[in-house]
């Protein structure tokens, strides 16, 4: 048994199969989840079970987060039970959620106050990757604690990389995913292009697949879009905010403006679809 105690927050899509590859080397480890029935299938891996955020990291030593959002974060830490309302000093708290840069670098310096760490940790995969440990992890914070995390990191990613302070994996994060939705709407654009040509959606995305600009990427979603299988790995309504954190830092380039638009529209109807849902919002 690994003898680091470790505490898990969040078992959302992410959060589960994450968890369980801690659990599967063999760590101790302690979830809390806000909706408690998704903590039942951790319990039966050998998971402990903390009723609080402050009753787990008062049990753990390392404590990460996988998380919607900056509202998420603020409960978790400062709500009435959250991991602020005690004593931290020493825990180390690495937060893998895709959220700002500005609340990780606030977090930080909160946590150094109280004596403890804070590691922004946001990761590159989804479902898949995170169920096989091969996410990439892009960290932002001190690197003494980086150091004594990254065993920890490495059984959930094939890539482990300290880029810098607080909020660096934060940006890494969010530049990556403004990719990840210029990309979608082109391939939405595009398959519905097709379409209208006369080109049958399978001969478009067999063609794409064998071309020179086939990718893992294209050919998953590809292979929902044929299947009309939107449900989430990804849900559209987390790119939403990912653009919007993007924006809030200074990305407003004409592609991105569009995007947002497009996405915006979509998350009304699609919100708790996969992203590429968004196709049936280019569709019209
Ligand atoms: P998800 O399935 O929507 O799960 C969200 C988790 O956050 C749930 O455990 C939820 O608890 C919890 N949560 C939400 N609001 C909360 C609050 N106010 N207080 C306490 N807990 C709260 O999301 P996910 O797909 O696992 O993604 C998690 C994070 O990773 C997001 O930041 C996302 O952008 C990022 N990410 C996702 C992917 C992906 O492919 N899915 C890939 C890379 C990064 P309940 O169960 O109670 O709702």
């Given at each position: 048994m690994n003898t680091t105690k470790i505490g898990w927050i969040g078992l959302g899509n992410m959060g589960i199969p994450m968890a369980e590859q801690l659990i599967k080397a063999d760590y101790a480890v302690t979830v809390y989840n806000?909706?408690?029935?998704?903590e039942a299938a951790l319990k039966e891996m050998g998971a402990l079970i903390a009723e609080t955020p402050k009753n787990l990291i008062s049990q753990t030593e390392v404590i990460i987060l996988m998380v919607s959002d900056d509202a998420a974060i603020e409960q978790i830490f400062n709500?009435?039970?959250?991991?602020?309302?005690v004593e931290i000093s020493g825990k180390i708290i690495v937060n893998m959620s895709t959220v700002s840069p500005a609340i990780s670098k606030e977090m930080a310096a909160l946590c150094k106050e109280k004596g403890a760490e804070y590691l922004d940790a946001p990761v590159s995969g989804s479902v898949k990757q995170a169920e096989t440990g091969q996410l990439v992890i892009m960290v932002g914070g001190d690197e003494a604690a980086f150091e004594q995390v990254k065993p920890i990191l490495e059984k959930m990613g094939k890539m482990v990389v300290r880029l810098g302070d607080a909020g660096v994996g934060n940006v890494a994060k969010l530049a990556i995913n403004s990719l990840l939705a210029l990309y979608t709407q082109g391939l939405a654009e595009t398959v519905v292009f097709a379409n209208q040509q006369g080109i049958k959606t399978e001969d478009l995305l067999n063609l794409l697949n064998n071309?020179?600009?086939?990718n893992v990427f294209t050919k998953i979603k590809g292979d929902a879009i044929i299947a009309d299988?939107?449900?989430?790995?990804?849900?559209?309504k987390h790119i939403v905010k990912d653009l919007n954190l993007a924006k809030a830092i200074g990305l407003n380039s004409p592609l991105a403006k569009t995007t947002l638009q497009t996405f915006e529209a979509a998350t009304t109807r699609?919100?708790?679809?996969?992203?590429?849902?968004v196709i049936k919002q280019v569709k019209g």
């Open positions: 806000r909706s408690k029935e998704k709500g009435p039970e959250g991991l602020f309302s071309g020179a600009i086939a299988n939107y449900k989430p790995a990804f849900a559209l699609y919100g708790e679809e996969d992203l590429i849902a």
